[in-house]
């Protein structure tokens, strides 16, 4: 049984690809140096906050794209945030 992605997803899906993949370069340079001088905590706070809502929203529609996407970048996300409130 196959199934077809409708031709709107096609443009979901290259968007949340792009967008998340984007967000890793600077998540895994976080991750690594543990230097979160530079970044915003109130950027990074309203992001964090943003991208949760936006999992939820693509949970309540059933949009996998929205969905894959945001529940990649939250974990990133909140690691970050959570590395800034700690180190500065």
């Known amino acids: 049984m ?4 409708p ?7 290259i968007a949340a690809t ?3 993949v984007a967000f890793i370069p600077q998540a895994w340079r976080t991750l690594r140096t543990r230097d979160t001088r ?6 990074y706070l309203v ?3 943003g991208v949760a809502f936006w999992l939820g929203y ?6 996998w794209p929205i ?8 974990p990133l996300a909140g690691t970050i945030l959570i590395l800034k409130l700690r180190h500065g």
């Open 2 to 5: 196959t199934t077809s992605i």
């Open 7 to 13: 031709p709107g997803d096609w443009l979901g899906y």
């Open 18 to 20: 792009l967008t998340t």
């Open 38 to 43: 530079a970044l915003s905590l109130g950027m």
């Open 47 to 49: 992001f964090t906050v």
């Open 58 to 63: 693509g949970l309540a529609l059933g949009a």
């Open 67 to 74: 969905i894959v996407s945001n529940a990649i970048t939250l």
